[in-house]
């Protein structure tokens, strides 16, 4: 009877912290598994790149905007007619918007990269994740007149979570080349971003720079050697919009002769 009593307790207690756990997860991320590469990208829900016929190359700027780099990147660009997606976040966007106003006014494009640059770990409350987005989507509008269509977790960290909640605000998951991971970010010197990119360049990539980086300047360095490089093999740097435009699987439709 006692033994009994005991085993009833100990169920009662263990359905409560079940519930109790339940209930703390349901307010965290649903679904904090990932897919594969080819799941995601056959779905065109993440983009690492865009295979195609053309020479084309869209360079990506993240966590800007930076009032010492980002005008330098921007000279830099107009001189070689280079045109970028800035990935901005949207707490230094508030801060900076005459530079993001600058990045949409010489025809760059601006996209989401979160609003704190908030890493999602699986653990992360959907109301946060939910923060993120639509408080730099909103800031973005505000500041261009255009609502962004593309989204970089920061880190590249995303789950299925991410992914649906990124979709349902009209998103799509943009990441990068893995051969274009420039690492521009722990300046590792300008001799290394200038051959990874250059040595591994080729139709349709996604490259991955930070114009704001603590601290450093290697980015806009390299970028004097990249980008008269890359113009001089006949590569013409685009938007991620342009660059998606031409996929292989989304071929641009030319006019046929008559
Ligand atoms: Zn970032």
């Given at each position: 009877m006692n033994e009994g009593g005991t085993n009833v307790k100990r169920w009662l207690c263990l359905t409560a912290i079940a519930l109790a756990v339940l209930l703390m997860a349901s307010s965290f991320t649903e679904y904090p598994y990932s897919n594969s590469r080819k799941h995601y990208e056959s779905r065109g829900e993440i983009v690492w790149e865009v295979p195609m016929d053309e020479k084309l190359i869209a360079l990506t700027f993240d966590d800007g905007p930076d009032p010492k780099t980002t005008d330098r990147i921007l000279d830099l660009l107009a001189e070689y007619d280079a045109k970028a997606?800035?990935?901005v976040i949207g707490r230094r966007a508030e801060r900076f918007p005459e530079i993001v106003r600058r990045e949409v006014s010489e025809g760059h494009e601006i996209a989401n990269h979160t609003y704190n640059h908030l890493y999602f770990n699986g653990r992360n409350r959907l109301q946060d994740i939910a923060d993120e987005m639509?408080?730099?989507g909103e800031k973005l509008?505000?500041?261009?007149?255009q609502k962004p269509r593309w989204f970089r977790p920061p880190g590249g960290f995303y789950n299925e979570t991410v992914i649906r909640m990124a979709k349902?605000?009209?998103?799509?998951?943009?990441?990068?080349s893995w051969h274009q991971d420039t690492r521009d970010w722990v300046s590792p010197g300008v001799g290394h971003i200038v051959r990874k990119v250059l040595n591994n360049a080729r139709?349709?990539?996604i490259v991955l720079l930070h114009d704001h980086v603590a601290g450093s300047t290697q980015t806009v360095q390299a970028l004097e050697q990249i980008l008269p490089e890359l113009k001089r093999r006949g590569y013409r740097m685009v938007t991620v919009s342009e660059l998606m435009k031409h996929g292989k699987?989304?071929?641009?439709?030319l006019d046929k002769p008559h």
């Open positions: 997606t800035f990935f639509d408080r730099t509008a505000e500041i261009s007149g349902e605000r009209g998103y799509t998951v943009i990441l990068w139709n349709g990539d699987s989304n071929p641009v439709k």
